[in-house]
Antibody, heavy 119, light 106 residues
Framework: QVQLQESGPGLVKPSQTLSLTCTVS??????????WSWIRQHPGKGLEWIGY???????YYNPSLKSRVTISVDTSKNQFSLKLSSVTAADTAVYYC???????????WGQGTLVTVSS | AIQMTQSPSSLSASVGDRVTITCRAS??????LGWYQQKPGKAPKLLIY???SLQSGVPSRFSGSGSGTDFTLTISSLQPEDFATYYC????????FGGGTKVEIK
């Protein structure tokens, strides 16, 4: 059973960089076939895809966030990470990491972590 | 980027009702679409993938249909545990979620 767990600061100051890590257990990121995603959900709102990474390091980002987003992978630790720069209060959201496979969509999600941007 | 327009944004229904939610893609996406159910404070749960394939463990009262640009999620007989928010998701070209449909008790 694959499990994903987000970790990182729950509070970030405006203009700083939000950094989160997702640790995958029960399966190897290096096994291929899956895209490892970050998704966020503003309080009381819908879901927004941020981007994803393949184990090889290939990345794909939501065009609306592309200028501020970096997703990286550390296969030795079975982790992938999100960095979102120059944050504002509008970046306050629950951030989810997830596993996606073309054709079968996102089948595993982390529990989500709330990140608040505030001074 | 592909846009997904989901309707309605909310609906009120009673236990036993048949419920239909639709998603329209801004361009053809073959059958690269799925449906999720989300309850408050929880991650979304996959119900349907490839437009009409039922995810393992999901009750058969959930069904999906469509191809190209127009898709439908149907709940044949609404149960108390089905009151939740539903989202469509396309993965034809990167990922895009629909805006969501909140299903409330009438």
């Amino acid at each position: 059973q694959v499990q994903l767990q987000e970790s990182g600061p729950g509070l970030v100051k405006p203009s700083q960089t939000l950094s989160l890590t997702c640790t995958v257990s029960g399966g190897s990121i290096s096994s291929g076939g899956y895209y490892w995603s970050w998704i966020r959900q503003h309080p009381g709102k819908g879901l927004e895809w941020i981007g994803y990474i393949y184990y090889s390091g290939s990345t794909y980002y939501n065009p609306s966030l592309k200028s501020r987003v970096t997703i990286s992978v550390d296969t030795s630790k079975n982790q992938f990470s999100l960095k979102l720069s120059s944050v504002t209060a509008a970046d306050t959201a629950v951030y989810y990491c997830a596993r996606e496979k073309t054709g079968t969509l996102i089948d595993y999600w982390g529990q989500g972590t709330l990140v608040t941007v505030s001074s | 980027a592909i846009q997904m327009t989901q309707s309605p944004s909310s609906l009120s229904a009673s236990v036993g009702d048949r419920v239909t939610i639709t998603c329209r893609a801004s361009q053809g996406i073959r059958n690269d679409l799925g449906w999720y159910q989300q309850k408050p404070g929880k991650a979304p749960k996959l119900l349907i993938y490839a437009a009409s394939s039922l995810q393992s463990g999901v009750p058969s009262r959930f069904s999906g249909s469509g191809s190209g640009t127009d898709f439908t999620l149907t709940i044949s007989s609404l149960q108390p545990e089905d009151f939740a928010t539903y989202y469509c998701l396309q993965d034809y070209n990167q990922l895009t979620f629909g805006g969501g449909t909140k299903v409330e008790i009438k």
